[in-house]
């Protein structure tokens, strides 16, 4: 099976523009999750999103939003940049069966966002 | 609240020797432990978990993990390093129930294995 992908892989935006970032999971898994990863901050959860409903938030602001298709694609959208959104972004997918409490999470390689 | 703590900034190991990488953890309830590894420019590939059972853990590349209730432990081992196993190490810990894919990690610890 393919793993999981993200589009594009690299970004560089400026202060108060909004960017838009892709998440392809592996077949048939179900959920998907969005982390940032930052040096200051470390691996922080932004979101996940099953059957198209998002049912975990993390501690975010609500510049940061995401969706997800009925395919299980799933994007996240930055409005409003802030240099401190320069981060690497990170999708994890997982089957999500009955529940999912024993779900294993497989990582995409990430988007690097640059806010200049 | 949930919480992981690596205390190791960087764990240094001469290759052919064994590795500990050391993870505690804070959790209500039933914890669900991860080991990731992240190589550079890339994202984090999944290496064991202990969602419940035997206390010792196998994972990918001969890496084991030992669960710790008591000491609320979780680390990371290999008996033999390799210099390829130089890399990021993160611990994340989900909650048993309820918490359903929301990991949360330790900082992160990086291994150099030195020839």
């Known amino acids: 099976k393919a793993g999981v992908t993200q589009t594009p892989r690299y970004l560089i935006k400026t202060r108060g523009q909004q960017v838009t970032l892709s998440c392809s999971p592996i077949?048939?898994?179900?959920?998907v999750s969005w982390y940032q990863q930052t040096p200051g901050q470390g691996l922080q959860f932004l979101f996940e999103?099953?059957?198209?409903?998002?049912?975990n938030k993390g501690n975010f602001p609500g510049r940061f939003s995401g969706r997800q298709f009925s395919n299980s694609r799933s994007e996240m959208n930055v409005s409003t940049l802030e240099l401190g959104d320069s981060a690497l972004y990170l999708c994890?997918?997982?089957?999500?069966?009955?529940?999912?409490?024993?779900?294993?999470?497989?990582f995409g390689p990430g988007t690097r966002l640059t806010v200049l | 609240a949930q919480s992981v703590a690596q205390p190791e900034d960087q764990v240094n190991v001469a290759e052919g020797n064994p590795l500990t990488v050391k993870c505690t953890y804070s959790?209500?309830?039933?914890?669900?432990l991860f080991w990731y590894v992240q190589y550079p420019n890339r994202g984090l590939q999944f290496l064991l978990k202990?969602?419940?059972?035997?206390?010792l853990v196998k994972g990918s590349y001969g890496f084991e993990a030992e669960f710790n209730k008591s000491q609320t432990s979780f680390h990371l081992k290999k008996p033999s390093a390799l210099v390829s196993d130089s890399a990021l190490y993160f611990c994340?810990?989900?909650?048993?129930?309820?918490?359903?894919?929301?990991?949360?990690f330790g900082a992160g610890t990086r291994l150099a294995v030195h020839p």
């Open positions: 077949s048939g898994h179900r959920s």
């Open positions: 994340a810990v989900r909650r048993g129930s309820g918490g359903y894919n929301k990991l949360i």
């Open positions: 959790v209500s309830g039933n914890p669900y």
């Open positions: 994890a997918s997982s089957p999500s069966l009955a529940g999912g409490f024993a779900d294993t999470q497989y």
């Open positions: 999103y099953f059957s198209e409903t998002q049912r």
């Open positions: 202990y969602i419940t059972g035997d206390n």
